[in-house]
């Protein structure tokens, strides 16, 4: 019972940032998801992960493994599937990336924070990195058929990951003024990210059901299976674990639509996957919190 009850106070908040989004736009309110996406992603995230890593009380080499078991397990989800994608016979440029990138800034960080605490939250944000500096290299030449390396230099986030680690590493801190104020900003970042998640999920029509409920399934026990045991071959720490678990079994992430629109790949059955999926997230993710925590 008690474990129920706080994977519930975990949970809870998430979904119901995320339900404040859906009931805004379903109001009828105006809510510019573009300037808010680019402020949170600009400012915020690039700000949370700068202070969760320099102010992280983790080892660094701790923080060095975590980084090469993210790397192997997206390196084994994009083989599993790619396989899925062939045996399902869909379109690799519409398909492959949704289903190997999860939503792990809009619902990972908030859920590793809330179930771990600053610990979790600096494992979950390598985890974030990896999967962000991925998904703006090999998701984006997948695609549109073109990745850039120039691109991944100018976000934001990278430089606050590259940083953050190098202040870790050198056990440097910033002056506290500036501290308390790129905190300020990091705490934009997960409410934003969640309000916005809401705010997407309310504006897209998915096509289907059939199909992504299949594909939503299959990425969600695949992603589990190789995340869990990628973290046990390389002996992970509990709450590193469950940090990488969690943050590469999460739904299909939104900006799989957003690339999807912007590339010509079809988005329509991109927004049913991210749907249907983030649905799903409600009921499977607890249940994976409950067998980490």
Do not use: H
Not at 77 to 102: D, N, Q
Not at 103 to 125: I, M
Not at 266 to 284: E, F, G, I, K, P
Request: proline share 5%; net charge neutral.
């Amino acid at each position: 019972m008690n474990l129920v009850l706080t994977v519930g106070e975990v949970v809870a908040p998430v979904f119901l940032l995320a339900a404040i989004g859906f009931v805004w736009v379903r109001m009828g309110l105006a809510y510019e998801i573009e300037f808010v996406t680019r402020m949170s992603m600009t400012l915020g995230v690039p700000c949370l992960i700068f202070v969760s890593l320099m102010n992280t009380e983790i080892d660094p080499a701790a923080l060095t493994v975590v980084s090469v078991a993210a790397v192997v397990a997206y390196a084994a989800v994009t083989v599993a599937m790619l396989a899925v994608a062939l045996l399902f016979r869909l379109e690799i440029r519409t398909y492959l990336a949704p289903l190997i990138f999860g939503n792990t800034g809009n619902l990972g960080l908030p859920l590793a924070l809330f179930a771990f605490g600053d610990e979790g939250l600096g494992y979950a944000v390598v985890v974030f990195a990896v999967m962000a500096i991925y998904s703006f290299t090999a998701g984006v030449w997948i695609v549109s058929g073109g990745g850039s390396l120039v691109r991944v230099i100018k976000e934001p986030m990278v430089a606050g990951t590259l940083l953050g680690a190098l202040f870790l590493w050198q056990g440097w801190q910033t002056p506290v003024f500036l501290t308390n104020t790129l905190s300020l900003i990091g705490q934009l970042a997960i409410p934003l990210m969640l309000i916005t998640l809401g705010v997407a999920v309310a504006r897209l029509t998915p096509q289907s059901f059939g199909r992504p409920a299949i594909l939503s399934v299959l990425k969600a026990a695949a992603c589990t299976a190789i995340a869990a045991a990628v973290g046990r071959y390389f002996e992970l720490p509990p709450v590193a674990f469950a940090a990488l678990v969690i943050q590469v079994a999460t739904p299909v992430a939104v900006t799989s639509y957003l690339l999807a629109t912007k590339y010509g790949a079809d988005a329509q059955s991109v927004a049913s996957l991210v749907v249907v999926s983030t649905l799903a997230s409600v009921l499977y993710l607890p249940l994976i919190l409950a067998w980490v925590m």
